[in-house]
């Protein structure tokens, strides 16, 4: 019994020390933000330009399909896209709206180190926009 005890304690200790080295983390991706300008940089939803009525987002799903994606308008009416960025991989949607439309992806790959997706890219297609801290600012012209 007393060897038993002895190999007890080791396995527990080898568990232990194994356990120890394992990252237990998870990252979730960075939030996608918009911001939607006009040529004087006003936002158009506080202007009232842009709401919830006349504009959307679709995810890009192949064969002319494509699904409606949630966002949310924050107080600062600025634009979040609470679910994207969790799938892995490159995935393409649609901005519509009343102003103007325009394709974008965003390029998602798996964080190894800590679980969750990293956003590694995302691009938009057809309108100008700026890379800002945080958020993206587009700038929307009539059609």
Request: glycine share 6%; hydrophobic share 35%.
């Amino acid at each position: 019994m007393n060897m038993m005890h002895k190999y007890m304690i080791v396995a527990f200790l080898y568990l232990t020390m194994v356990a120890c080295k394992k990252k237990d983390c998870f990252t979730p991706p960075e939030l996608v933000v918009f911001e939607f300008v006009n040529l004087e940089g006003k936002n158009l939803i506080t202007t009232g330009q842009l709401h919830k009525d006349n504009f959307e987002f679709r995810q890009e799903l192949g064969n002319r399909e494509n699904k409606l994606v949630e966002y949310e308008i924050r107080n600062d009416d600025r634009v979040i896209l609470p679910k994207v960025g969790w799938t892995e991989g490159f995935i393409q949607y649609k901005f519509l709206s009343t102003i103007k439309s325009f394709p974008f992806t965003i390029n998602t790959t798996r964080n190894q180190n800590c679980g969750g997706t990293t956003i590694e890219q995302l691009k938009l297609d057809d309108v100008s926009y700026q890379q800002k801290d945080g958020y993206v600012q587009v700038i929307l012209e009539r059609e």
